[in-house]
């Protein structure tokens, strides 16, 4: 995946964090417009697995700044597996806002 090089330095981090730890995420952010396409994270979460649809959540929410698309904490912590469970938890202990 190309990431668009006229991205601020956090938002090209986020894209990098994405590709990375959740590249299935990818399609619900337009990198070149700079933006989160909220309607497809809706979309997503309908079909997507458990928790593919909490990181799909947790992933706007750190975009957005906000917790708009209602991540929660205890259902992360009963149905995240180990992986998704570390990308959380390391952007606990380093949070970055693109």
Same mark, same amino acid.
């Given at each position: 995946?190309?990431?668009?090089?006229?991205?601020?330095?956090?938002?090209?981090?986020? +894209?990098?964090?994405? %590709?990375?730890?959740?590249?299935?995420?990818?399609?619900?952010?337009?990198?070149?417009?700079? %933006?989160?396409?909220?309607?497809?994270?809706? %979309?997503?979460?309908?079909?997507?697995?458990?928790?593919?649809?909490?990181?799909?959540?947790? +992933?706007?929410?750190?975009?957005?700044?906000?917790?708009?698309?209602?991540?929660?904490?205890? %259902?992360?912590?009963?149905?995240?597996?180990?992986?998704?469970?570390?990308?959380?938890?390391?952007?606990?202990?380093?949070?970055?806002?693109?």
């Amino acid at each position: 995946m190309e990431i668009n090089t006229s991205l601020s330095s956090s938002q090209a981090r986020f +894209a990098t964090w994405i %590709e990375e730890e959740m590249p299935y995420l990818w399609p619900l952010f337009d990198f070149s417009k700079r %933006e989160l396409i909220s309607s497809s994270v809706d %979309e997503y979460c309908e079909v997507a697995s458990r928790g593919e649809q909490i990181m799909a959540r947790f +992933a706007a929410g750190v975009w957005c700044g906000n917790n708009q698309f209602n991540f929660d904490f205890i %259902e992360a912590a009963a149905h995240l597996d180990e992986k998704q469970m570390s990308v959380v938890t390391d952007w606990l202990k380093s949070p970055f806002w693109p």
